[in-house]
T-cell receptor, first 114, second 115 residues
């Protein structure tokens, strides 16, 4: 089975800190995604990467950046954390060749910014 | 852009009974993919069922089935013989075949199963 691993299950940070959320997948998938999950809003796409060093903005990229130096690893960076970035962050991956392919998700990181 | 609407924030069902979760979507595309994902308390999102819009036959996976009404843009999930392990958040999702990064999710429905 595909495994998508997020490095932290819970994270507490202070306003203004630089925050790194790490995600690793073990199935050689080209596509990797970062979503934000908030109650009543579902999942919203922050950033998407289809290859090493390639990235595209999703619906809510403001305040975030990403890094993909290796195919298996996709990092989400909060340059200066703010309280409105308190949320659940989900990483996902899938192969790029089939557009209807399901997403494989990690277990999420619950981030609290104080 | 496509939108996905789940009008039931919360639902409950008695163990062993049947429950239906609603989902509607808005699109101008004729071909697309629809999904139901389950997110249990462990937070690991799991695919429950997948439907291709060009297939008229409703998808089924064991106790899970869908009622896909393309003209009405409706995609409801029916869970039969509900079990305690079915308790979770359920998300409906839409994906365009032309844009692999464009998966749209509904707001979710929290399902409670009563023993």
């Amino acid at each position: 089975d595909v495994k998508v691993t997020q490095s932290s299950r819970y994270l507490v940070k202070r306003t203004g800190e630089k925050v790194f959320l790490e995600c690793v997948q073990d199935m050689d998938h080209e596509n990797m995604f970062w979503y934000r999950q908030d109650p009543g809003l579902g999942l919203r796409l922050i950033y998407f990467s289809y290859d090493v060093k390639m990235k595209e903005k999703g619906d809510i990229p403001e305040g975030y950046s990403v890094s993909r130096e290796k195919k298996e690893r996709f990092s989400l960076i909060l340059e200066s954390a703010s309280t409105n970035q308190t949320s659940m962050y989900l990483c996902a991956s899938n192969p790029w060749t089939v557009s209807g392919e399901k997403l494989f998700f990690g277990s999420g990181t619950q981030l609290s910014v104080l | 852009a496509q939108t996905v609407t789940q009008s039931q924030p919360e639902m409950s069902v008695q163990e062993a009974e049947t429950v239906t979760l609603s989902c509607t979507y808005d699109t101008s595309e004729s071909d697309y993919y629809l999904f139901w994902y389950k997110q249990p308390p462990s937070r690991q999102m799991i695919l429950v069922i997948r439907q291709e819009a060009y297939k008229q036959q409703n998808a089924t996976e064991n106790r899970f089935s869908v009622n896909f009404q393309k003209a009405a843009k409706s995609f409801s999930l029916k869970i039969s013989d509900s079990q305690l392990g079915d308790a979770a958040m359920y998300f409906c999702a839409y994906r365009s075949p032309y844009n692999n990064n464009d998966m749209r999710f509904g707001a979710g429905t929290r399902l409670t199963v009563k023993p």
